[in-house]
């Protein structure tokens, strides 16, 4: 259940205060951020008027947002940049694999998290690498419009348009198609997606995206 305000639950309040107390204490500030989200139970929460959901549909963690959340109650004790650094990108800093990600926030987090990492981020990048496509085809062909974009690559994806594939998965969720689509919302709209790609594709198509959506992702962190 969502909370208002402040408030927290015990298991949520020891996370918060663990997270400055280890820094403190000279904890590496990213590590007890870690633990800190391994002690942390809420899906969601409206936290200073704004309603934040770490577990979307209860199966996919989004880290960051959560971390985001945690990071402002140390608010001087991190060093900016080092926070700016780890929200933008979603690096691990030098030093902490990927196995200490998983051993530390724990196994059943984890696993929320890849589910969250492959429907909604690479999902995203998905949509992407098809936009990419499309601009590439219609400059090939000498086609100088780019409106109408958005839908195509909706229809080559998913095989409807994006205002039919909302207005399904506002249906679904008992609200009506017209609700205005902020972050949060385009987050669990794209990861209902990811579901509706893998319940409509054949097994190979639905690979074959999915590496694609994997790929793009890949060469956009190496870029950076």
């Known amino acids: 259940m969502a909370k208002t305000g402040y408030s927290t639950t015990t298991a949520d309040q020891e996370a918060i205060e663990h997270l400055a107390e280890a820094i403190r204490k000279g904890a ?7 633990e800190a989200i391994s002690l942390w139970q809420s899906p969601d929460e409206t936290y200073k008027r704004k309603k934040y959901c ?18 402002d109650t140390v608010n001087g004790l991190v060093p900016e940049a080092e926070v700016s650094e780890l929200l933008f990108t979603g690096d691990l800093p030098e030093g902490v694999t990927r196995a200490d990600f998983r051993r530390i926030i724990g196994s059943k987090k ?10 909604v981020e690479v999902e995203q990048a998905l ?49 009506a198609a017209g609700d205005s689509l902020d972050l949060g919302e385009m987050k669990a709209f794209t990861y209902w997606l990811f579901g509706y790609r893998m319940a409509k594709s054949e097994k190979e198509v639905f690979a074959s995206d999915t590496r694609k959506g994997l790929n793009l992702l890949h060469r956009l962190k190496a870029k950076r």
Not at 28 to 34: P, R
Not at 54 to 71: S, V
């Open 28 to 34: 590496l500030w990213f590590v007890a951020l870690l």
């Open 54 to 71: 770490y577990l979307i549909k209860g199966e996919a963690f989004d880290w960051l947002l959560l971390a985001q959340r945690l990071l």
């Open 110 to 119: 984890y696993r929320a998290y890849l589910n969250y990492f492959y429907g």
């Open 127 to 175: 949509e992407l690498a098809v936009e990419t496509e499309i601009r590439k085809e219609r400059r090939a062909s000498g086609w100088r419009s780019m409106s109408g974009i958005e839908d195509e690559v909706y229809e080559r994806i998913y095989g409807a348009g994006k205002a039919e594939l909302w207005g399904e998965f506002r249906k679904q969720k008992g609200g």
